[in-house]
Structure formats: structure tokens, C-alpha cells
């Protein structure tokens, strides 16, 4: 039971992360070059990605 409710929280802590991450790329780093805010983007997505996929595994078992 207790390793469930970890499960859930360390997913919605990854999920927020990455959200967050996205935010702060898309609107606060202005200096950076494109390419690398890309490259932050993406993995700002790949950690939101990460969190639904885990989810979905989550909520089907």
C-alpha cells in the first residue's frame, strides 16, 4: 500500500517537474539559442510523457 502511494507521488512530483521545466523554457529563457531551448523543451516533454505513461500503467493495474 505504501509503495503505491510512493508510486503516485513520485509521478506527480516528475509530471509537475517537467511541466514546470516547459514553463520556464518557453517563457523565462530568452537568452539561451534556439536549439538548445529545444532541447530543453523536448526533455520538459519527455518527463511529462514519462508521468502519463506511468500513470496509465498506474490506473490500469
Given at each position: 500500500?505504501?509503495?503505491?502511494?510512493?508510486?503516485?507521488a513520485?509521478?506527480?512530483?516528475?509530471?509537475?517537474?517537467?511541466?514546470?521545466?516547459?514553463?520556464?523554457?518557453?517563457?523565462?529563457?530568452?537568452?539561451?539559442?534556439?536549439?538548445?531551448?529545444?532541447?530543453?523543451?523536448?526533455?520538459?516533454?519527455?518527463?511529462?510523457?514519462?508521468?502519463?505513461?506511468?500513470?496509465?500503467?498506474?490506473?490500469?493495474?
Amino acid at each position: 500500500m505504501w509503495q503505491r502511494g510512493l508510486n503516485w507521488a513520485a509521478i506527480v512530483l516528475v509530471g509537475g517537474f517537467g511541466l514546470m521545466w516547459l514553463g520556464v523554457v518557453l517563457y523565462a529563457a530568452d537568452a539561451s539559442t534556439p536549439w538548445i531551448r529545444g532541447a530543453q523543451a523536448a526533455f520538459g516533454l519527455l518527463l511529462a510523457g514519462w508521468a502519463v505513461q506511468k500513470a496509465t500503467v498506474m490506473i490500469r493495474a
